[in-house]
């Protein structure tokens, strides 16, 4: 399937932003789930449960991914893979907090559990039902966890620490994508929602990041600011990892970054650090192995 992006990358390059790729993947299905996320008001301790009538796999297979090595874990330059098509579901060396993560549309740093989540890893494969919809597999994810790792969960709210992207002095300055606009013919520009762009700063800075800009579709960026800063992601201070049981987010610098500068000065955007609640999803149980295929 196709997602709207094409861009010509050397093969350094292309490993450079791969965890930028997955999310981007990604976004299609988890966008309103996560914008919902983080502008509900969620009931602190409210169960939150997988409904018998959703979509499910018609069969999945799931196979122990190794451990990425100590020196690669706070890198998001090598990460798991998702690939879809009308007819199944890759998601490969994903660990359990990303399929969460994946699954009901928020952040790592919303999800607290165990730290087996961020090192237990999988690669899965589902059969899609005849006449799916690659919309459903988020849903279709939070039946398999539930079914064969057992998840259960409830939703609290949090007070966060975070980057809230909004717009600089000068104002906002993108363009919106053209109903017209065809990726192979524009390798100069990127077609992105704001989500996406959100997930690309989350690689260079220490903490979360909201948008606080109230964008919606996606809008135009240069390919060569959005490539350097997933490539600055890879070497820089790391993707915030999942929140222990206890909680807690480490205090951050100042996003001074020249991939950051770069890539939101000229498009009239910036970050500011600010303090906001937001839902958790707190892991009440789950198998670290899943029962067998």
Known sequence: MSYGVAVILNPAKKAAIAFAWMAFLALPMVAVAAIDAQSASPHAGAAISVKPSGPRFEVASIKSAPPLAPELRRSPGTPPGVRMDKAQASFGGMSLAALISYAYGVKLAQISGPEW??????????????????EGVPEMMQGLLAERFGLKLHRESKEFAVYALVAAKAGIKLTPRPEDFDPRTHNDQMALPILSLTLILEQMVDLP?????????????????????????????????????????????????????????????????????????????????????
């Not at 989540?117 to 919809?133: A, N, V, Y």
């Open 117 to 134: 989540l961020t090192t237990q890893r999988f690669d899965i494969l589902g059969k899609l039902p005849e006449g799916g919809s690659t």
């Open 209 to 293: 990041v909201v948008d606080e800009t109230g964008l919606q579709g996606r809008y135009l960026f240069p390919s060569q600011a959005i490539q350097q800063a997933m490539i600055a992601g890879t070497t820089g201070r790391g993707q915030q990892r999942a929140a222990s049981a206890a909680g807690g987010v480490a205090e951050a610098s100042e996003p001074a970054d020249s991939g950051v500068a770069a890539l939101l000065l000229p498009v009239g955007m910036k970050l500011e650090k600010k303090k906001v609640n937001l839902p958790v999803l707190v892991v009440e149980s789950m198998r670290p192995t899943p029962t067998e295929n």
